[in-house]
Nanobody, 115 residues
Framework: QVQVAESGGGLVQPGGSTRLSCAAS????????MSWYRQTPGTERELVAA???????TYGDSAKGRFAISRDKAHRTVYLQMNNLKPEDTAVYYC?????????WGQGTQVTVSS
């Protein structure tokens, strides 16, 4: 059974930094895509950043220049380094894994940017 679990987040001051982690367990293909999405109440889930099996990265407009996605060599853990955080970055951040034709989501982790 494949599981995806996020960690990190919490309360961060404006202008601060934090790093989210997401670990995948179970039987997955190594050439997978892992992504971070975020969602606030009443809005659709939006892409923050993604990294493909080949290492190609994609960023949503809100993340460009401030966030960086990376992954471990085993392609089972993905990280999201978030810098210069703003109150509008407050959201639940979800990890997404696409392994072949299958998609898995984590439970989400709350990031609150506030003084």
């Amino acid at each position: 059974q494949v599981q995806v679990a996020e960690s990190g987040g919490g309360l961060v001051q404006p202008g601060g930094s934090t790093r989210l982690s997401c670990a995948a367990s179970g039987r997955i293909i190594s050439f997978n895509t892992m992504s971070w999405y975020r969602q606030t109440p009443g809005t659709e889930r939006e892409l923050v950043a993604a990294i493909s099996g080949g290492g190609t990265t994609t960023y949503g407009d809100s993340a460009k220049g401030r966030f960086a996605i990376s992954r471990d060599k085993a392609h089972r853990t993905v990280y999201l380094q978030m810098n210069n955080l703003k109150p509008e970055d407050t959201a639940v951040y979800y990890c997404n894994l696409r392994s072949g034709q299958l998609t898995y989501w984590g439970q989400g982790t709350q990031v609150t940017v506030s003084s």
